[in-house]
């Protein structure tokens, strides 16, 4: 898996993160993508731009569940092992299915986070997927 590490200095005071990370890497807010915690009979992860929120209603139907609801942040934070704002689809204390939004097929590389506030990670689509072993279908609203 090709991968490029994309530090930023992370403004405290400022908790759209998402946002936070495509301005100060310059990139387009459309690369950027954001990782949601999402619960139904099993935990997910949702992976959307940063520009949008998940739907949860599409986002079941994907995965075959009949209802999903987003977790807490701190639910979030203890089945991840990340804080929120950080929260990568790589690497988390427990192994989560993955949703990603279809939107990542517009584009040969992506933003995620890296595990902290202040660390993205530019990866190509196809190795996301792969590494993921994740789904991907229309999950926004």
């Known amino acids: 898996m090709a991968f490029e590490l994309a530090p930023y200095t992370h403004d405290p005071t400022n908790e759209s993160y998402g946002l936070e990370a495509a301005d100060a890497l310059g990139a387009d807010p459309s690369v950027v993508f954001k990782t949601l915690v999402v619960t ?21 139907a994907a995965i075959g569940e009949r209802r999903l609801s987003m977790c807490t942040p701190a639910e979030a934070e203890r089945v991840t092992g990340y804080v929120v704002g950080g929260i990568s689809p790589f690497g988390g204390r427990r192994r989560l299915g993955v949703i990603i939004d279809a939107a990542v097929r517009d584009h040969v590389t992506v933003y995620v986070s890296g595990g902290r506030r202040g660390l993205d990670i530019c990866v190509a689509v196809d190795d996301l997927i792969r590494i993921c072993a994740a789904t991907v279908a229309d999950i926004v609203a």
């Open 40 to 60: 139904g009979d099993k935990m997910y992860l949702a992976i959307v731009p940063v520009t949008h929120r998940v739907s949860l209603k599409l986002a079941a």
